[in-house]
């Protein structure tokens, strides 16, 4: 790619790997690139969305978005799925630790959100689409919990969906066994479409629990 880089594009990569750096720590953002927490949807001073546990994606933020194809073949936008709180991970299926574990917390949140979990939807987005097909994608995710969903399509719209979402990823050996090497960060969308969390793949359940149950429980503005 060529041309001058978008400073906005620098600024919310800076911003994502602050983020990280954040969620490392278990800490959340206090301030948002338009004002403190306050300024959130039912936030200010005790406000729910001032109680996230994860770290917070500043109000006035963009938000990434993708356009890919689900394991039954739909091709998919993040509009497909207002209405839930989204929660999405990048990965591959034939990753050896990271991407199972990640996966198993997942569902081990879902299932701890009881009739909340209705609310919840959870998206893998693979990094591998040379081997992670349609037909692939659909047993593997299912395999964690039937109601998450896989994402895949043409190297192209992978490689943008990662960029939307600062997701830092390279292949690894050569031939048919290679590896993916990526980042392992946790996006968490509400209702309306907006980011609003990141967290560890690996962070603590309760703390993810914790705030998918504040997320589900809001009401989405009217459009």
Not at 28 to 46: E, I, K, T
Request: charged share 20%; hydrophobic share 40%.
């Amino acid at each position: 790619m060529t041309g001058t880089p978008d400073p906005r594009d620098r600024a919310r990569r800076g911003l994502i790997l602050g983020l990280a750096s954040l969620a490392a720590t278990g800490r959340s953002v206090a301030a948002g690139a338009d004002g403190p927490s306050g300024d959130l949807p039912g936030g200010g001073a005790g406000g729910e969305a001032s109680a996230l546990r994860l770290a917070q994606w500043p109000h006035g933020g963009a938000s990434p978005d993708f356009s890919l194809v689900d394991q039954d073949g739909h091709p998919r936008t993040l509009a497909d799925y207002r209405g839930r709180v989204v929660v999405v991970f990048f990965g591959f299926v034939h990753c050896p630790d990271v991407c199972p574990a990640a996966l198993f917390r997942l569902a081990l949140a879902m299932r701890q959100l009881g009739a909340q979990r209705a609310a919840v939807q959870v998206l893998f987005v693979t990094l591998d689409p040379q081997r992670d097909t349609v037909a692939t994608l659909g047993p593997y995710v299912r395999a964690f919990d039937g109601q998450f969903a896989g994402l895949t399509g043409t190297a192209g719209q992978v490689d943008a969906a990662a960029s939307r979402f600062f997701v830092q990823y390279a292949r690894v050996g050569r031939g048919d066994r290679y590896s993916v090497d990526h980042s392992t960060l946790l996006y968490v969308i509400d209702r309306t479409g907006r980011l609003r969390a990141i967290g560890r793949s690996d962070g603590p359940t309760e703390d993810l629990v914790h705030d998918l149950r504040i997320l589900a429980a809001e009401t989405p503005a009217a459009p």
